[in-house]
């Protein structure tokens, strides 16, 4: 079973809708990411949730909404994108445990999301 | 400053040999994390290896090493014995401070085709 999934795969909307992207990670892990990867650009990080609590957003429009409700799962709201927020969003979790050298991070297959 | 520089936008390499792909680095902190990622034409980020900056041995992970020269600040990737399946874009990424969730800081990536 993958670690992490994400749904959906593919995303198209309009620029007045509401959408929310899915991450669930089933590695028993307390941190989770959103990232974003636009074409030619290294990707972004966009917020991280350890152990539920937000302690990370890195200067995100208010147009993109994070939910954690629990360790295992994360949401990205979306409403009123703009064509240039069309990209791949990742999600990945890693273990959040104060011990050296284990804070891999492991992705999901990504959604990539289309603004019209 | 760019944290994370990849100065190899693509790569080639011919079947079974060996190719080295290159990463620098830039950060102040003594604790830090190095990676590797691989990122096929389906999205996912798929975890390679990875170089603490204490660790005095260079990592290997099968056919993938990673040549680690801390006084250069460099991580380079070297993969052996290319496969095509080693086609896709390789990216770097570090973080700083080995505990608990932390930001990951990744390049442009390099675009690998392996040829048969």
């Known amino acids: 079973e993958t670690g992490v999934t994400q749904t959906p795969r593919h995303l198209v909307m309009g620029m007045t809708n509401k959408k929310s992207l899915k991450c669930e990670q089933h590695l028993g892990h307390n941190a989770m990411y959103w990232y974003k990867q636009s074409a030619k650009k290294p990707l972004e990080l966009m917020f991280v949730y350890s152990l539920e609590e937000r302690v990370e957003n890195n200067s995100v429009p208010s147009r993109f909404s994070p939910e954690c409700p629990n360790s295992s799962h994360l949401f990205l709201h979306l409403h009123t994108l703009q064509p240039e927020d069309s990209a791949l969003y990742l999600c990945a979790s890693s273990p959040g445990r104060l011990r050296e050298g284990l804070e891999t991070q492991y992705f999901g297959p990504g959604t990539r999301l289309l603004v019209l | 400053a760019q944290k994370i520089t990849q100065t190899q936008p693509g790569m080639f390499v011919q079947e079974k040999e060996a190719v080295t792909l290159d990463c620098t680095y830039d950060?102040?902190?003594?604790?830090?994390?190095l990676f590797w990622y691989k990122q096929p034409s389906s999205g996912e980020m798929i975890f390679l290896i990875y170089?603490?900056?204490?660790?005095?041995q260079n990592a290997t992970e099968g056919r993938y090493s990673l040549n680690f020269q801390k006084a250069r600040k460099s991580a380079n990737l070297v993969i052996s014995a290319s496969q095509l399946g080693d086609s896709a874009m390789y990216f770097c990424a570090m973080r700083e401070g080995l505990t608990g969730a932390n930001n990951l800081f990744f390049g442009t990536g390099t675009r690998l085709t392996v040829i048969p």
């Open positions: 170089q603490g900056s204490y660790d005095e």
């Open positions: 950060t102040s902190d003594q604790s830090y994390g």
